[in-house]
């Protein structure tokens, strides 16, 4: 890597900076390491299983055990049909994610991919925005563990202290999250350790939450009443439209696979296979539960309740067991969430630490673990103490229109990288090429107008600051810039005098 603090040449114009590309191939070569003397390498240890139960890890979270109750009413019982218009909607992006993933191997998934096709400028709004989605997510899930930890204790009469359940403000008395806390130090303690033992906790965590699941929609299916779906939309399409938009959110996640790429043992092969095979796995189940939901209870009851799924089981079996069976599975779906999505988060900072756009401690790879240790104890530290102690409210809902960009940039490479690199070795290609991705674009134009204005004043205020990151860091450090201007002055001096 090039020393960024040594005498730099003059600095180049704005403009010409924001739309530099950075060569593929530069990034393949500078894969792993950040490139001073005592970096170690990441470590090629996730085969295609462990990269298909990270991605499904990250998507199939809280949102199926709550986001039902509040859909239902809006789509009746085509609430089915919902999940799957959402799940085709995500597919569009997740397609080219895959196809991305296979051209361009490395660790920084959207930003990287940005990089390669759009400049400098765009890949650190998508990098910002991936900070933004990763690690405010990560908090926002935690922050949900109090309320399944209570849930648990509550079948042996025990429950949380107020001051140890929420932030400052959420309750009379409340002080810190202490289950949110406690649940991001061991995700980043274990990450530290090693990428390798993360991902078979992370395997063993998903098996149980979808083992939870499936339970649930056997007993539910045992009561099923056809009669449920007499009336299939009592809210009419834009009902089931409106729905659609909402479950959009719960296939937010796949994209954490391909931050893998530099830690994968074939990622060309594997991380098409491992986004692909996850998107059909939680559509599958996230169809199942709702079929089984509704034909268990009429559309109508779910309006005004939550913990629905927790509810049903209650009331059709009536044994504690099965409710602590569940609470525990909530609690299992979120620790293995806030797992895979801190591990995203690190590699995105890690591949951006390595571009000169973040401090390069958050890029230094250790030599005896192979992680990011640094950046992964830096990063882990200041989300736990977000999660304790600041009620996140619409910050969270900002991450919805993060995604959502970084999924459009993803769309938009793959049409540029056919165009300006037709020859280019693929492992996997987006079908039905122009249209998929074009449709994938336009599908997140249409969610991210679709969002509230408030959330966009703060996803406005996000990239003001992020702004002014750039500026005053990003751009004086930047690696490929630097790069080029030395180039350009060294072919200068190489030049003979006239």
Same mark, same amino acid.
């Given at each position: 890597m090039i020393d960024t603090h040594a005498t730099a040449p003059p600095r180049e114009p704005l403009a010409r900076q924001l739309a530099r590309r950075k060569p593929i191939e530069q990034m393949v070569a500078g894969a792993g390491t950040d490139g001073t003397a005592n970096s170690g390498k990441l470590k090629r240890s996730l085969g295609v299983w462990q990269l298909t139960m990270?991605?499904?890890?990250?998507?199939?979270?809280?949102?199926?055990?709550?986001?039902?109750?509040?859909?239902?009413?809006?789509?009746?019982?085509?609430?089915?049909?919902?999940?799957?218009i959402a799940g085709v909607a995500a597919l569009l992006s997740a397609v080219s994610y895959a196809e991305m993933a296979g051209a361009?191997?490395?660790?920084?998934?959207?930003?990287?991919?940005?990089?390669?096709?759009?400049?400098?400028?765009?890949?650190?709004?998508?990098?910002?925005?991936?900070?933004?989605?990763?690690?405010?997510?990560?908090?926002?899930?935690?922050?949900?563990s109090a309320e399944y930890?209570?849930?648990?204790?509550?079948?042996?009469g025990l429950s949380l202290p107020a001051a140890l359940s929420a932030p400052p403000g959420g %309750?009379?008395?409340?002080?810190?999250?202490?289950?949110?806390?406690?649940?991001?130090?061991?995700?980043?303690?274990?990450?530290?350790?090693?990428?390798?033992?993360?991902?078979?906790?992370?395997?063993?965590m998903v098996v149980i939450k979808i083992g939870v699941l499936l339970l649930f929609i056997g007993i539910a299916f045992s009561a099923f009443q056809a009669s449920h779906y007499e009336t299939l939309l009592p809210m009419g399409a834009a009902g089931m439209s409106a729905a659609a938009s909402r479950l959009f959110f719960s296939y937010i996640g796949f994209d954490a696979a391909s931050t893998a790429g530099e830690e994968a043992k074939n990622p060309q092969r594997d991380l098409p296979r491992a986004i692909i095979a996850s998107m059909a796995i939680v559509t599958g189940i996230y169809?199942?539960?709702?079929?089984?939901?509704?034909?268990?209870?009429?559309?109508?009851?779910?309006?005004?309740?939550?913990?629905?799924?927790?509810?049903?089981?209650?009331?059709?079996?009536? %044994?504690?067991?099965?409710?602590?069976?569940?609470?525990?599975?909530?609690?299992?779906?979120?620790?293995?969430?806030?797992?895979?999505?801190?591990?995203?988060?690190?590699?995105?900072?890690?591949?951006?630490?390595?571009?000169g756009m973040v401090p390069r401690v958050l890029g230094r790879v250790s030599k005896r673990t192979g992680t990011p240790a640094a950046g992964t104890l830096i990063c882990g530290s200041v989300i736990a103490v977000i999660a304790g102690l600041i009620p996140l409210g619409q910050l969270a809902d900002a991450t919805s229109i993060g995604t959502l960009f970084a999924f459009m940039l993803v769309n938009l490479s793959v049409i540029y990288l056919r165009r300006a690199r037709p020859d280019m070795e693929r492992t996997f290609r987006v079908p039905l090429f122009p249209y998929v991705p074009l449709l994938g674009a336009g599908m997140c134009v249409y969610l991210m107008v679709n969002l509230g204005l408030s959330t966009w004043w703060v996803f406005l205020a996000w990239m003001a600051v992020g702004s002014l990151v750039y500026l005053g860091y990003g751009r004086r450090h930047s690696v490929a810039s630097l790069a080029a201007r030395r180039e350009a002055v060294d072919s200068d001096d190489a030049r003979p005098a006239s």
């Open positions: 990270i991605s499904v890890g990250a998507t199939l979270g809280t949102g199926i055990f709550v986001v039902l109750g509040s859909s239902v009413p809006m789509a009746g019982p085509a609430v089915w049909i919902s999940f799957l361009v191997p490395v660790s920084g998934s959207s930003y990287s991919y940005t990089y390669a096709t759009m400049g400098e400028g765009l890949a650190w709004v998508c990098g910002w925005c991936l900070v933004l989605e990763y690690g405010v997510s990560v908090a926002a899930v935690a922050v949900g930890v209570n849930e648990t204790l509550n079948i042996f %309750a009379e008395g409340s002080m810190i999250n202490l289950p949110a806390v406690v649940l991001v130090l061991l995700a980043m303690l274990l990450l530290i350790r090693g990428v390798s033992e993360a991902a078979w906790v992370n395997t063993i169809i199942l539960v709702a079929i089984a939901a509704v034909g268990a209870r009429q559309w109508d009851w779910f309006d005004g309740t939550e913990a629905a799924l927790l509810i049903i089981l209650q009331e059709l079996t009536g %044994a504690k067991w099965i409710s602590l069976i569940f609470a525990i599975g909530a609690v299992v779906a979120i620790a293995s969430v806030v797992l895979t999505v801190l591990y995203g988060q690190t590699r995105i900072l890690m591949t951006m630490a390595r571009d």
